[in-house]
């Protein structure tokens, strides 16, 4: 049997908001196909290009900035590194003068309103995420290639194995629950260990360490931006930010100039209870208004539930005093490892599983990576992620207008509530006592998902994007 083998890159990945699935996975099966034509006949001998949506890339499309992320994706933009200012420019651009610089290397003929097609009725078997591209030659051959968004920003293109890590060689090949926690007893290492040994596979220590502190470098930006950003995120749903105004009231005027400072004010504001929760509430917020901002924000596992993992990583170095690179790489290395337990197990795509392949996984990673960096043992991790999990069973995709905003902003508060929840629980248990294994939850979560309508599966067909009648055209 084959296994899939993921990387904690896989898992936490740099981008824009405000969809993993929707907005990362198109924007980079765009670049995969430039790549593709361009090694085959060579982007110059391309006359013309267009993208057609299916399934739930064209139900959501719109409101996940599906549309936006192909175009930047054709132009061999990269959505690590592209300016988010840049965004709205280029695209008007685009819009207004009806032309593109595919691959930054050659004009074409390009008009979004037309280029760009939403098949709101049609959908293909493998996943319902899923473009084709259309590409008309200079000597009249034409090509079409399919894509697949799989979640998390995983892209498979039509005809692939769903890993391209296959069969890489791990000295400890991880397919469960059950897996890691033999290797973890076997080696004596603790689940952090076991996974930065597997890393060393795809490159050095140091390299993975580096872009893992870049990881939460970039999630430690995203809070701070998103904490002093207030106004109106775009979209039309007039929804209005609050991170920034809970952030401010929390503060109550105490000085600073950076990061660090606003820590040290945030640590001699208070420790109750209520303080706590407040401000674990304004970190998740943050990155969520951030992400549907179109912002720079860090999938994981994916976008829509972006805000977890950060804002329980945030709470631990503020209010557990875990301010420690050792602790922060332990807590990320952790997380992952869980996170891919769950890809391998069953999904992290809401276009398959609804929110609990989303919030649901986050909050289970969150709740892993805490229980570590707290002094848990593997099996108390292993714990905390299943009780996570198991009070997400069942939650649906929902989202207003297609937007990822309503309720997906508020969701990241209680995924990383519930996460905190779950680690101290654990911590209180003896794990040998459990009833329920993680593997028996992330079992029942996949059966659940196969289970549930497709309404509840980021279509905008049910549930609250169905009872809170909004629509874009509305907007």
């Known amino acids: 049997m084959s296994r899939e083998s993921i990387s904690v890159f896989d898992i936490f990945k740099i981008g824009i908001g405000p969809s993993s699935s929707h907005t990362l996975g198109p924007w980079r099966a765009a670049l995969r196909f430039l790549d593709s034509i361009d090694s085959q006949f060579g982007i110059s ?3 013309s290009v267009k993208v057609l949506l299916y399934g739930s890339l064209a139900k959501t499309g719109k409101g996940h900035g599906t549309d936006i992320a192909v175009i930047l994706g054709l132009c061999g933009e990269d959505p690590v590194t592209f300016d988010v200012n840049q965004i709205t420019p280029r695209i008007s651009q685009i819009g207004n003068e009806k032309h593109m610089s595919l691959a930054g290397k050659k004009q074409i003929a390009f008009d979004p309103a037309v280029s760009v097609v939403f098949l709101m009725t049609e959908s293909l078997p493998f996943h319902p995420n899923a473009l084709t591209f259309l590409c008309t030659l200079e000597d009249g051959n034409e090509i079409a290639e399919t894509y697949y968004s799989i979640g998390g920003g995983f892209v498979v293109k039509e005809g692939e194995s769903n890993s391209s890590n296959l069969n890489h060689d791990l000295p400890f090949p991880i397919e469960d629950a059950k897996d890691l ?3 973890c007893i ?8 076991v996974v930065m040994e597997n890393e060393n596979a795809w490159r050095s220590e140091s390299a993975t360490k580096e872009g893992v502190l870049r990881i939460w470098e970039t999630m430690r930006d ?14 039309g749903l007039h929804v209005m930010r609050r991170a920034a105004s809970l952030n401010k009231k929390l503060i109550q005027g105490k000085p600073y100039n950076n990061y660090d400072e606003w820590i040290q004010a945030i640590r001699s504001g208070g420790s109750g209870f209520q303080y706590t929760l407040d401000w674990v509430s304004c970190f998740a917020l943050a990155v969520n208004e951030e992400n549907a901002a179109f912002s720079r924000v860090v999938t994981a596992p994916t976008n829509g539930a972006a805000g977890v993992i950060p804002a329980v990583l945030q709470y631990m170095i503020v209010f557990c005093d875990g301010y420690d690179t050792e602790k922060i790489l332990q807590f990320l290395l952790t997380a992952s490892e869980v996170g891919s337990i769950f890809k391998k197990g069953a999904t992290i795509s809401a276009a398959m599983g609804g929110c609990q392949a989303e919030i649901g996984v986050s909050s289970a990673m969150a709740a892993a990576g805490l229980t570590a960096v707290l002094g848990g043992t593997v099996k108390q991790c292993l714990m905390a992620s299943e009780i996570a999990m198991e009070h997400h069973l069942g ?3 929902d989202p207003i207008a297609g937007l990822v905003q309503v309720p997906c902003i508020e969701r990241n508060t209680m995924g990383s509530i519930k996460a905190i929840t779950a680690s101290q629980l654990a911590l209180q248990s003896n794990p040998d006592q459990a009833r329920v294994s993680l593997d028996a939850v992330v079992k029942t979560m996949w059966e659940t998902a196969q289970d549930m309508n497709h309404k509840y599966k980021e279509t905008a067909e049910g549930g609250l994007a169905t009872n809170i009648p909004i629509s874009l055209s509305e907007c």
């Open 395 to 397: 939650l649906t995709c």
């Open 222 to 235: 995203c809070i701070y931006r998103g904490c002093h950003i207030g106004g109106e995120l775009p979209g």
């Open 186 to 193: 076997k080696t004596g290492n603790s689940i952090a260990e």
């Open 181 to 183: 926690l033999h290797w």
């Open 45 to 47: 001998k391309v006359q």
